[in-house]
């Protein structure tokens, strides 16, 4: 059975960073792509950041480019998402999500994902 935990969420002040963690147990997704969502209080879960198994093909949203850096260690089978420059508009769950099958590209899209953790809470402070 696959599992994803994700730590690192916390409460931060505007302009400070942040660095999430995803750890993928019960089986190797080293050739999947990963990404990270978000889900902010009365709306829908977004895509924030992705990656295939080679980090250096990476997809951002327009909201957080420039300002996160998601990467991975596929020998330690981890995920990883560096925030910077943090807004209130930051605040949400942030979901670790993986595919079952290698894809060239991460995708977009929830159902481009058949893994999910439980999420971990970010606030940002005005």
């Known amino acids: 059975q696959v599992q994803l935990v994700e730590s690192g969420g916390g409460l931060v002040q505007a302009g400070d960073s942040l660095r999430l963690s995803c750890v993928v147990s019960?089986?190797?997704?080293?050739?999947?792509?990963m990404s990270w969502f978000r889900r902010a209080p009365g709306k829908e879960r977004e895509f924030v950041a992705g990656?295939?198994?080679?980090?250096?093909?990476?997809k951002y949203a327009d909201s957080v480019k420039d300002r996160f850096t998601i990467s991975r260690d596929n020998a330690k089978n981890t995920l990883d998402l560096l925030m910077s420059s943090l807004n209130p508009d930051d605040s949400a769950i942030y979901y670790c999500?993986?595919?079952?099958?290698?894809?060239?590209?991460?995708?977009?899209?929830?159902?481009?994902?058949?893994?999910w953790g439980q999420g971990t809470q970010v606030t940002v402070s005005s």
């Open positions: 999500a993986a595919a079952r099958s290698f894809a060239t590209k991460p995708g977009r899209y929830e159902e481009d994902y058949e893994y």
């Open positions: 019960g089986r190797t997704l080293s050739r999947s792509p």
């Open positions: 990656t295939t198994w080679v980090s250096a093909n990476t």
